[in-house]
């Protein structure tokens, strides 16, 4: 019952993403140095910078931990 749950609560969950991510699809310009740009749809570079964060909150806080033993 609890599998039946959890399938549902991610297909839920993907569903809202997915609408989130075609109406946020207008293009956004990165600039990264004065010359060189990028230019990804905006779900995109949301995705992308949640994932980063992700990432450097895990590492912090397993940086952390290991610093305590």
């Known amino acids: 019952m609890m ?3 959890a399938w549902l609560f991610r297909i ?3 569903a809202i993403l997915a609408v989130f991510a075609s109406k946020n699809s207008q293009p956004v310009m990165l600039q990264y140095t004065m010359e060189q740009s990028i230019e ?3 779900s995109v570079v949301l ?7 992700a990432l450097i909150a895990m ?3 397993r940086c952390r ?3 305590n033993d």
């Open 3 to 5: 599998n039946l749950v």
């Open 65 to 67: 931990c290991n610093s």
């Open 40 to 42: 990804l749809p905006l």
């Open 12 to 14: 839920v969950v993907f």
């Open 59 to 61: 590492i912090s806080a």
């Open 47 to 53: 995705l992308i910078f949640f994932a980063l964060g």
